[in-house]
Nanobody
Framework: EVQLVESGGGLVQPGGSLRLSCAASGFTFSMYTMSWVRQAPGKGREWLSAVNSGGSLTTYADSVKGRFTISRDNAKNTLYLQMNSLKPEDTAVYYC????????????WGQGTQVTVSS
């Protein structure tokens, strides 16, 4: 059974940082592109970033480019999203997904972790 479990969300002040993690199990993690998406209150899901299976290629949405960094540790079956210079508009539930290179189409999704940016 494929499982994706996000963690690391929370409340942070504007300008602050958070690192999200996504623990993967039930599939060969190192063989899949992985991605992050988010959903703000009252809005649809927004694709944010993806990393290829080996971790050598990354891509970002314009809204987070230069502030967020995606990475992965295939030895630990874990995907990360380092988020810096956070803004109130980054408030959302963040999901990791199996697949999703610059698309919201993915094979599996995690349950999400809440990120709230507020003073």
């Amino acid at each position: 059974e494929v499982q994706l479990v996000e963690s690391g969300g929370g409340l942070v002040q504007p300008g602050g940082s958070l690192r999200l993690s996504c623990a993967a199990s039930g599939f060969t993690f190192s063989m899949y592109t992985m991605s992050w998406v988010r959903q703000a209150p009252g809005k649809g899901r927004e694709w944010l970033s993806a990393v290829n299976s080996g971790g050598s290629l990354t891509t970002y949405a314009d809204s987070v480019k230069g502030r967020f960094t995606i990475s992965r540790d295939n030895a630990k079956n874990t995907l990360y999203l380092q988020m810096n210079s956070l803004k109130p508009e980054d408030t959302a539930v963040y999901y990791c997904a199996q697949g999703g290179w610059r698309t919201l189409q993915a094979n599996y999704w995690g349950q999400g972790t809440q990120v709230t940016v507020s003073s």
